[in-house]
T-cell receptor
């Protein structure tokens, strides 16, 4: 079974608007971590934000925030005030337990920001 | 501050040839992993290592070999290249401690084409 599901292959967003990228996950481990990475057209993987399963508050990092709904097993990424440089592929990933070397990735969502 | 360095960045192989993708990190991370990225499938784990001398298989290990003689280096060997191994390969490292928020650091990737 797919551990990470990203249902939006591609999205368009107007500059300065907010965009929400969906991510649902599947695990029976009570301890897990959820990550979002950005992959621009240059190809590198850039870490954006992390949410632990026991964290009480939703994670935020600058313009990035994570809408963590544990009961629904969803960890949606919200990018506020989109910029042209936000155009990229975005991946949701999960670590189960403390196994940092094993990340399960979703298929990714391509975001295109329009001027 | 090099982080994770992969070489080469691009490679074209003929079917049946062998080669080694190099990966080195200078962050003294215990955990290192190799992933392959294919369109529509996100990143999938090939092999991983939890320390020098210790390696194990990930989700898609067939056709690949690894070793870890030092903390810094984690090369990936293609034994007999096949067109199905055409992909983008990423090496990653992480702290591997007991912290909950240790993200994986990725190399720049190697784009491999097997003809």
């Amino acid at each position: 079974a797919q551990k990470i599901t990203q249902t939006q292959p591609g999205m368009f967003v107007q500059e300065k608007e907010a965009v929400t990228l969906d991510c649902t996950y599947d695990t029976s481990d009570p301890s897990y971590g959820l990550f979002w990475y950005k992959q621009p057209s240059s190809g590198e993987m850039i870490f954006l934000i992390y949410q632990g399963s026991y964290d009480q508050q939703n994670a935020t990092e600058g313009r990035y925030s994570l809408n963590f709904q544990k009961a629904r097993k969803s960890a949606n990424l919200v990018i506020s005030a989109s910029q042209l440089g936000d155009s990229a592929m975005y991946f949701c990933a999960m670590r189960e337990g403390h196994i940092d070397y094993k990340l399960s990735f979703g298929a990714g969502t391509t975001v295109t920001v329009r001027a | 501050n090099a982080g994770v360095t992969q070489t080469p960045k691009f490679q074209v192989l003929k079917t049946g040839q062998s080669m080694t993708l190099q990966c080195a990190q200078d962050m003294n991370h215990e955990y290192m992993s190799w992933y392959r990225q294919d369109p529509g499938m996100g990143l999938r784990l090939i092999h991983y290592s939890v320390g020098a001398g210790i390696t194990d298989q990930g989700e898609v290990p067939n056709g690949y070999n690894v070793s870890r003689s030092t903390t810094e280096d984690f090369p990936l060997r293609l034994l007999s290249a096949a067109p199905s191994q055409t992909s983008v390969y990423f090496c990653a490292s992480s702290y591997g401690g007991t912290g909950e928020d240790t993200e994986a650091f990725f190399g720049q990737g190697t784009r491999l084409t097997v003809v």
